[in-house]
């Protein structure tokens, strides 16, 4: 079940009780790191933020069609909002990633590639569209790209919501202030415009 937003604060004061506690220490050591590569994080937020840049790759990715493919005007101006958005919070994912001295992914809408017992294998981020369900919405025209459109994003966003969970349940993930913050954006945008699409959808079923 995707993570309720009144679940956040705790998060909140966790993040805010480390940063205080941070901070009281004192001046820094000259030899110390500074900046955000002083702050704390774990596997969990690198994964988390790799994961998603591919995430929203594909957000955008699709979001570009919707000129192309004859959808109404309200999810044009909606698409365009998603472009503009995660393809800032692409670089800025990016950005974090390389100032931790991660790996940076490039900003491909397919899966991450990922390492468990050692062995190397592609994932799907949660909510990711298949091939198939790609085809299908590329080949869709009108108000069936729109309908398709609708139905695969609110399942993309709420497989961001998932990501969003996942995150904040790992032990000691979440205290980067970058990576909070971050997050709970995420979480908050992304339940707002499920909400929307919702709306637009039924509007568009209640028009059949």
Known sequence: ??????????????????????????????????????M?????????????????AQAVLIAKWAPTHGAGADLQRFAER??????????????????KGEPVPDATPGPM???????????????????????QLDAARGVAFDTLFLTFMIRHHEGALDMVETLFAAAGAGQDETVFRFASDVFADQTTEIRVMQQMLDARHAKR
């Open 113 to 135: 590639r990922m390492k468990m017992a050692g062995i190397e294998h592609d994932m799907l981020m949660p909510g990711m569209l298949t091939e198939a369900d790609l085809k």
């Open 1 to 38: 079940m995707p993570l309720h937003f009144r679940a956040l604060p705790a998060v909140v004061l966790l993040a805010l009780s480390a940063t205080g506690c941070a901070s009281a220490g004192g001046r820094a050591s000259p030899a110390a790191p500074v900046g955000i590569a002083a």
């Open 82 to 99: 998603v472009v503009v958005a995660q393809a800032d919070e692409i670089v800025t994912m990016q950005s974090w990633l390389r100032d």
């Open 40 to 56: 704390k994080h774990t596997p969990a937020d690198a994964q988390f933020m790799s994961g998603m840049i591919h995430h929203h």
